[in-house]
């Protein structure tokens, strides 16, 4: 080996731990990117080929009668149709125990030939025999049962049955059934009829030919279709376009990962802040050494060499242990995913692409970084290196405002020399300040926004007033029914509700929706609620809130105002509700948190419309008690009691399962915020740790010299720790201040995932406590050693250090 | 023309003066001076009377404010920066009073340094070459130690066998001995008036008067001026 190579391996390892903590800083974020990327990486290969695997049709058109084979047939004949399918899916319930849970039925034509939103087989039967039901594996868990058990099931018209689990299907298409807390249950047309549910397939899925990816063409077709349909006596409910070959958490998962990555990165290049100003230390320190190697001949681009390679060796090993560390946890990560979007990983590598990133981005970005210091300290006049006066003497001492502040603030001595000395190095301030404001920030920033999130889940709460929403399967007359309920010890209020599927009417007539074929993503409801309700309590954003109980007034919401975002307060608006046209005027507009796009109307003036007064499909209830243990002994008796009055439920959704299903959808992201958070922690604190040993070594001869005049150790120690605790200090205001921003702009990020709406913009009050306490040990933990070695070195060999 | 060949070292007119905050100093004030290839030459005088400085612009590691240096025939004080490192790397040994190796190598490693920068013999002999200059200055045995483990005289005598690594023509010395007891220090300069024997040209700074006998001829300086 070269003999100046051993200088860079010998000074390497001389200096190991310093230099090891400069591996570490850039291992984290080596780590933090491959993780991200890797894992990101594989979920969305694998969610695309998961979800275009399944086939998923471009459309789904809703018909108000039952689809023929004969008319399959004719419609497969139309022009620039390639598939076409019939399926119905029906909303039952399910026994877990002894509360009845919602039951997603997909009634399927043709297991063996299934050409659309096609299932994976996973075990047992292939089709299920009549009276049996295959599940989809991640529904277990919400059946509390295994293939083989079986399951009392109740379709909305039917009774009670018993049914068989007689295989395990995997639907790329859905969300993962604990998730949504819904069992999904496949079962064949007669299995539906054997429930006792009189209806047939009334869904007609098409795949069109031509340009699969344009929304606007897959609905100009259908609505062709449509058309012809309506012509030939099949009366259209509903026309389904899904986004084009997006899974339906596509676009959410494309933000959240935007918003890590941009973390991960900024992690890499606070690391490589770090390491540049480590590098200037090392510059500092070696300035001498450099005076030297050219005063025996070494030029400077052979100096920029050397330094260059001690940083590249620096950056391979983080690499070495970054790179295989990041493939572990991008493992982990994309398992987690994979497990909250329901897909199965077929392909497991992690792109090649990942660790090639995390290569370029490893070296280019340290090395960069570090270029200044590097470039300045080796073309440093040999004579200026050798006799080396560390800090530039011909710079004022900044700052002095901040003086006379500290003068009128009456502080020590010590305190004012401290300030100084920050300000002597401007740029290195800044530098140091900024690493230290970013990590903050970022630290603050991931902990404002779960607590935001924590806040608006609680929303959920807050919102409703009531603790269970029983949904029924026809309308009955409301007085008996939710009177024999108001009866029940414990219920507090209880109210008669309608609520409907709704769509916005268009000229077309037919309603185009964006809801997948869970029927949950995309879809938007109509409430008609009694006014005044003493049951809901939604947020007013502009115009105001139902008052009139005969008027014909709507509040929309923020998700259904953004399915019409040209609708204004005062508008006339039509919704259409079961094949009707219903007319209303915007008076208001909500934002609510749990629901998808939604519209409030008074009840009476909605039972006129409809002629349907009196009548009520939706009971909502509030108990004396809003804990979870209490509402599910109520729930139970609720159910039971309008199992005694044979009144048909399609669906009871406690409140607090709604919370458990939304907090299940953003809890991992939510976590893995707050490890990056962590991971900005520990990078802040090398920061502040490289910075105060940097302006410590500079001033060696200074402190010398101050300790022959008689300063103590203490006292030296005391000015040291001062200036680490004032520029943690700076940093920790301007990371408030930032962190108010940065969370302003991630909550209105994952807000618009969750609940279409920003999170409320929330300072977590531990979040700056916790950052204040690591900027004070670290700038502790930063100035101890430097000052105790500052200490140690004798005054003679402090003054000799030139 | 006659001058120039015996003339290795070969000063005219030389100033420097050194920008201040409050206005500028001058060090060193139209110095000429001309020295023989095979000499050992002493620069004397006060502290800050400028032996340094004059060194220093020998040396190429400063330069002149205004004047020409030329030595061997090149006008050092035109190079550039990277050119002067290259030039000086092979031609001017330099030792310095604080020895000043690199404390990450060993004696050996230091020793081998300048050839490794200058590229200047086969790789394979460098190490021979390193520790003949070291049995040279009588520290063989020493070659394997880290410049820590050794006395200040074995690592003047270190710096002296890097200082002729190259084997440059002309070592100059900015007060070699100024650190090292009376007794070492003269070992130190026999080492020097032995290399002057074998043909080497040697300027040293000193203010010692005991060594005054080693010298061939001494250039006296005050306040930036030679005195006669
Ligand atoms: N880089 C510099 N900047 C300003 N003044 C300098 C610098 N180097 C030397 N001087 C001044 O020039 C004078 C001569 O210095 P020097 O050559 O080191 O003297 P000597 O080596 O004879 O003690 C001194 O007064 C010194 O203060
Ligand atoms: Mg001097």
Redesign the pocket.
Known sequence: MKTRYRKVVRDLTHDYSKNLLLVLAITIGIWGIGSILGGYGVIKREMRDNYMGTVPASATIELEDSISVSLIDSVKQLPGIKEAERHATVLARMKVGDRWNPLLLFVIDDFATKRTNKINHISGAVTPAEGTMLAERTAYMVMNAKEGDELIIKAPHGEPKKIKLTGTVQDAGLAPAWQEQTGYGYITLSTLHWLGEPQSFDQLRILVTGNQHSAQYITNKATVIANWLKTNGHPIHEIQVPPPGKHPHQSQMNAVMTIFIIFAFMILVLGAILVAESMATLMVKQVRQIGIMKTIGAGSFQIIRLYGLMMLIICVLALLIGIPLSQLTATAFYKQIAGLLNLEINNKDIPFSVPLIQIGSGIIIPLLAAAIPVIRGSRIPV??AL?NYGVSKNRPVAGSWLLKLSRIAGSSEIFMLSIRNIFRQRARLMLTVGLLAAGGAMFMTALNVSEAWNKDLQKIYEQRLFDMEVRLQSAVHADTVVNAIKEIPGVRIAEGWQYASTSFVKENNYEVTRTYPDKGHGSFTLQALPVPTRLLSTTIEEGQWLTATGANDVVLNQSARALSPAVKIGDPVALLVNGHTTLWRVIGFSKDYGMGAGAYVSLNAFTDQLHTTGKINMIKIAYANRSKAYAIQKNKEVESLLERENIAVSASIPVWLLKNAIAGHMKVLVNTLLSMAVMMGIVGILGLMSAMSMSILERTREIGVMRAIGATPNKIRRLIAGEGFLVGLISIFIAFLLSLLLSFYMGRMIGGMAFRTPLSLTLSFPAIIIWVLIIITGAYFATFFPARRANKITTREALAYE | MNQQSTSLIQLSHIS?T???AAGS?Q??KDIDLEISKGQLVAIT????????????IMSGI?KPTAGNVLINGIRVDKLTESELAAWRGKNIGVVFQFFQLLPTLTILENVMLPMDFCNSYPRKERRDRALALLSLVDIKDQASKLPSALSGGQQQRAAIARALANDPPVLIA??PTGNLDSHTGAAIMELFAGLVKAGKTVII?THEKDFAGYFGSTVS?LD?AIVH
């Open positions: 004579r200026v006799d | 420097k050194f920008p201040l100093f060090a060193l005088g006060k502290s800050g009377s400028g032996k340094s400085t004059l060194l220093n400063d900015d007060e700074v300086l930036g």
